[in-house]
């Protein structure tokens, strides 16, 4: 069916665009907050918070995420520190340096950025971070706390659509929510948060993966459609329901001659067929991406603040 067809048939379609999300200006609004809260706690002869990053290797794109948090926390006041480990290094030596974080009081938060190199294993350095300190929300004891409903850090970039939701107060009770994607960090907690009993939340959800049948039909039930598939512009029209919100977690760098840069960057979600045909949709740049870093700071906060575990 033509996005034509499908505004003559729903008149919910809102004309000539659907409200745009904008994470951008979101996640802005939400440094200054957590700015000027840092500026009261430093006032009151508090602790700057402190986050701690390991990266591990030379892998560009982990450089070019490690370094916009690493920028992040000077913008709102926040210590960091950035311990940049060799490649080659030891699954042992690694874990120690977890083991020395964790042990030191002036650091609220630690994260290890992914991937690391093959020879170590994830599940082993992250079940070594303290879940007091694990502000990207990856430990087991976060996910068994969110899954509980209980005080936790969650997981960044879930959170960050969470408040993007809030702030755009879109409702979600009773809503069908379809979420593509069950990775550990976008998906699976993501689908936790929308099903839990508050706000955002309360919605009947869906949770497809590459084995799930006829994800087209699927989708086009989605009162909420949230979509984490990492395949680029996979999302389009005729899988959105008129009047659906959407909201798109994929990035993807394509190559474009037209920019300066060489390349652009584009979403899971064809932007222009489906934004058109949606109530509200995030934007890829300027939606769930800038929030990701925010929900990082906002955990940071949170943790030196002793706001989760007490
Ligand atoms: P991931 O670990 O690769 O997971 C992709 C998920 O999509 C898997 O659960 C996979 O199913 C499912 N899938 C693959 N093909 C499918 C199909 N044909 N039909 C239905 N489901 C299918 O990806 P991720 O880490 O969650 O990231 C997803 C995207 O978000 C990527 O583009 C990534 O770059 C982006 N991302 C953005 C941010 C941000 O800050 N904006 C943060 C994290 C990730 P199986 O489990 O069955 O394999």
Not at 100 to 108: A, E, G, K, R, S
Not at 190 to 204: C, D, K, Q, V
Not at 291 to 298: D, F, G, K, S
Request: include cysteine.
């Amino acid at each position: 069916m033509s996005i034509e067809e499908y505004r003559l048939k729903n008149k919910r379609i809102r004309d000539p665009m659907s409200i745009l999300i904008d994470g951008k200006k979101t996640a802005q609004d939400i440094k200054n907050e957590i700015a000027a809260r840092v500026a009261e706690i430093k006032q009151a002869g508090g602790k700057q918070p402190h986050l701690a990053a390991i990266l591990v290797g030379e892998d560009g794109a982990s450089q070019t995420y490690v370094g916009a948090k690493v920028k992040a926390c000077e913008e709102v006041g926040f210590t960091s520190t950035l311990v940049r480990l060799a490649a080659e290094v030891s699954e042992e030596e690694l874990l120690q340096t977890v083991e020395d974080i964790n042990q030191n009081l002036d650091i609220d938060g630690l994260i290890v950025q992914l991937p690391l190199p093959a020879h170590i294993s994830v599940d082993k350095v992250t079940n070594r971070i303290r879940p007091e300190k694990d502000v990207d929300g990856f430990t087991p004891a976060n996910v068994g706390r969110l899954t509980l409903n209980w005080p936790a850090y969650v997981s960044a970039t879930p959170y960050g659509i969470v408040e993007l939701l809030k702030r755009y107060q879109i409702e979600t009770s009773g809503k069908h929510c379809v979420v593509i994607g069950r990775s550990h960090i976008v998906g699976s907690p993501m689908s936790i948060l929308m099903a839990r009993n508050g706000y955002p939340g309360n919605a009947t959800v869906t949770l497809t993966h590459s084995k799930t049948k006829d994800l087209a039909t699927i989708c086009r039930m989605a009162d909420v459609l949230i979509v984490a598939i990492g395949k680029p512009e996979f999302v389009t029209a005729d899988m959105v329901k008129p009047g659906a919100v959407v909201i798109d977690v994929g990035i993807h760098r394509i190559v474009d001659e037209t920019k300066k840069t060489g390349f652009r960057l584009i979403g899971d979600v064809k932007y222009d067929e489906v934004a058109p045909i949606a109530s509200a949709i995030t934007p890829v740049p300027g939606g769930v991406g800038p929030m990701t870093i925010a929900a990082l700071l906002y955990n940071t906060l949170q943790s030196a603040e002793k706001k989760v575990f007490g």
